[in-house]
Nanobody, 121 residues
Framework: QVQLVESGGGLVQAGGSLRLSCAAS????????MGWYRQAPGKQRELVAV???????NYADSVQGRFTISRDNAKNTVDLRMNSLKPEDTAVYYC???????????????WGQGTQVTVSS
């Protein structure tokens, strides 16, 4: 079993900052990509940012320049630093990881439970 546990969501005024953290634990051999997705009410879940095991990052156009994703491979954690937040960033944010649980097993697409981020205008 693998668990992804997120923390750091909350309420912030427009222009403010928040930092989300996610820790993966359990039966983990290695982790490929780790990332953050978000889902606003009435909308589909969308990619926010992703970082590969070698540190390559990719961001949604809407957050480019405002958000920064980082990971600690030794601790199996991924963080999302969010600056200059806007009301349209309001959503439930989900941690995602592509995890190899055993050396020869399949890669699982694992999700955290989600953390609410609310940006007031």
């Amino acid at each position: 079993q693998v668990q992804l546990v997120e923390s750091g969501g909350g309420l912030v005024q427009a222009g403010g900052s928040l930092r989300l953290s996610c820790a993966a634990s359990g039966s983990i051999f290695s982790i490929n990509a780790m990332g953050w997705y978000r889902q606003a009410p009435g909308k589909q879940r969308e990619l926010v940012a992703v970082v590969t095991s070698d540190g390559t990052t990719n961001y949604a156009d809407s957050v480019q320049g405002r958000f920064t994703i980082s990971r600690d491979n030794a601790k199996n954690t991924v963080d999302l630093r969010m600056n200059s937040l806007k009301p349209e960033d309001t959503a439930v944010y989900y941690c995602n990881a592509h995890i190899l649980r055993t050396r020869w097993g399949p890669i699982y697409n694992d999700w955290g439970q989600g953390t609410q981020v609310t940006v007031s205008s």
